[in-house]
């Protein structure tokens, strides 16, 4: 990992994470895609994403906790094994560290999820709906 030198303990931990999430996308991509993907270099991209992250929330051991927990969402999204959509994003540029520092834990997680949180919101706007329907009904008829 001599190639993978940086200053500090957290911004090394920062690369790190990436470096084990990045790599994964080789063996995750379509044949049509993995010409693009080699292309690519995953060191040089989680130097790249910890730099602009560095930039854009500050240095992580001095954050605040919104900036920890914005840290550690980024990573953990990178890390996850089910969110192979993501990592090829910020791999291949189409997501750019300007955007992933910007997005919103719902919108970096992995599709299936997001389609879960999209039910159980709908949900719970059903019940309000309902909610209101029968107050509505209780006025009109006192």
């Known amino acids: 990992m001599s190639q993978f030198k940086c200053c500090g303990y957290y911004r090394y931990k920062i690369r790190k994470n ?13 044949e049509s895609m993995k010409e693009r993907v080699r292309a690519c270099d995953p060191v040089e991209v989680a130097a790249w994403v910890e730099l602009l992250m560095l930039k854009k929330l500050g240095p992580f051991n001095y954050g605040t906790k919104e900036v920890k927990l914005k ?62 329907d029968e107050e509505e009904e209780e006025e009109k008829s006192e």
Request: net charge positive; with cysteine; aromatic share 4%.
């Open 18 to 30: 990436f470096l084990e999430g990045l790599p994964k996308v080789a063996g995750e991509v379509e």
């Open 71 to 132: 840290y550690r969402s980024i990573c953990f999204n990178v890390r996850d094994s089910n969110n192979p959509d993501l990592r090829r994003k910020i791999l291949l540029g189409e997501v750019e560290p300007e955007k992933l520092v910007r997005m919103i834990p719902k919108v970096m997680a992995r599709h299936k999820l997001r389609h879960e949180i999209g039910q159980i919101r709908e949900r719970r706007l059903a019940k309000i709906r309902d909610k209101d």
